[in-house]
């Protein structure tokens, strides 16, 4: 019973793809903000991307021009879409929801990026 749930990582090589995927149960989309964070073993968790309700988005700086953060309110869903990746973008990557009244962490999926 998820709030939020995260799918798409996997193992690709270095300059390759990925699209994560992010879809929210039962959430009514308001002035709301859809983030993505990640966590490599003993390092902080750090954010990667964020989206607003309108559609206002920023970024980690290591990544600009590389992912792309989107959402589609209809179907309750936000998407990260990392081109040209690299071993250091290798991580367990989160979606989290903030409300207007409560938040939601997803429970992670992995993406490996081998050299």
């Known amino acids: 019973q998820a709030q939020v749930q995260e799918s798409g990582g996997g193992l690709v090589q270095a300059g390759g793809s990925l699209r994560l995927s992010c879809v929210a149960s039962?959430?009514?989309?308001?002035?709301?903000?859809m983030s993505w964070y990640r966590q490599a073993p003993g390092k902080h968790r750090e954010l990667v991307a964020a989206?607003?309700?309108?559609?206002?988005?920023n970024y980690l700086d290591s990544v600009k021009g590389r992912f792309t953060i989107s959402r589609d309110s209809a179907k309750n869903a936000a998407y990260l879409q990392m081109n040209s990746l690299k071993p250091e973008d290798s991580a367990v990557y989160y979606c989290?929801?903030?409300?207007?009244?409560?938040?939601?962490w997803g429970q992670g999926t992995q993406v490996t990026v081998s050299s």
């Open positions: 039962a959430i009514l989309f308001g002035n709301d903000v």
């Open positions: 989206i607003s309700s309108g559609g206002s988005t």
């Open positions: 989290y929801l903030k409300t207007g009244g409560d938040d939601y």
